[in-house]
């Protein structure tokens, strides 16, 4: 059982949440999370590298010289892979390199990364954080009192916040993210998790409703 503080804007300490990383992960697998990890950047990759083959660079197709007698080696077109101008031998094609894990999987590589951040003692807790306006400034603040100024920093909030996610996404090394839409790169990535009390709330509720239809499975 973990005992995590709850800090309010400004940094002070307005009471503790207590939260058990096996209730959330039974264990810890590092294959599954970085099978997981690796997948997520996998399909981030563009797949548009691509050069040209001999067949699609311009230039006669001619024989350069007769194969015998010249007393230079043997030589194709000018298009040939060995001569400046030509194609590639091996050239690169567009591709595109996503693949997807089973969906279970995924959703316990999450819970998997959420423990293993709470177990290395890496999650802050604030007690409320929303905004009336953007305000970039009152964000900078907040993670300026909570010691986290200039660390990579993932916010996690209960529901989609705009106002939250806009005054935090010209700040450096600081992402946002609704607790629907965490996954397990999103989660090891940043080197802190700020997370909300009522979006610790949904991450216990769904990983209990989670090993519940597990079990029941």
């Known amino acids: 059982m973990a005992s995590l503080k709850v800090l309010n804007r400004n940094g002070q300490e307005v009471g503790t949440y207590e939260i058990d990383p096996e209730a959330i992960a039974p264990r810890i697998n590092k294959q599954l999370l970085h099978d997981a990890v690796v997948m997520y ?15 699609q660079v311009s230039g006669s197709t ?28 091996f050239a690169h094609q567009p591709r595109d390199y996503s693949y997807r894990l089973p969906k279970q999987a995924l959703k316990l590589a999450t819970r998997m ?29 907040i993670l300026a009192a909570l010691g986290l100024e200039g660390t990579s920093t993932l916010v996690a909030t209960a529901e989609t916040d705009r106002n939250v996610y806009l005054s935090a996404r010209n700040i450096q090394r600081v992402s946002v993210s ?39 499975a």
Not at 42 to 55: D, F, P
Not at 114 to 141: G, H, R, Y
């Open 41 to 55: 950047q996998a399909n981030q990759r563009q797949g548009s590298a691509n050069s040209k083959t001999r067949a």
């Open 62 to 89: 001619k024989k350069l010289y007769r194969q015998k007698g010249t007393g230079n080696a043997r030589a194709g077109s000018r298009r040939s892979g060995i001569r400046r101008g030509g194609g590639h031998i």
């Open 178 to 216: 609704p607790v629907n839409d965490l996954n397990a790169l999103s989660v090891l990535t940043p080197h802190r998790i700020l997370v909300t009390k009522a979006a610790l709330d949904a991450i216990q509720a769904r990983a209990a409703a989670s090993q519940s239809a597990e079990t029941s």
């Open 113 to 141: 990364a959420i423990a293993s951040k709470l177990q290395d003692d890496q999650v802050m807790v604030i007690d409320e954080l929303s905004f009336d306006e953007p305000a970039t400034k009152d964000m900078a603040a």
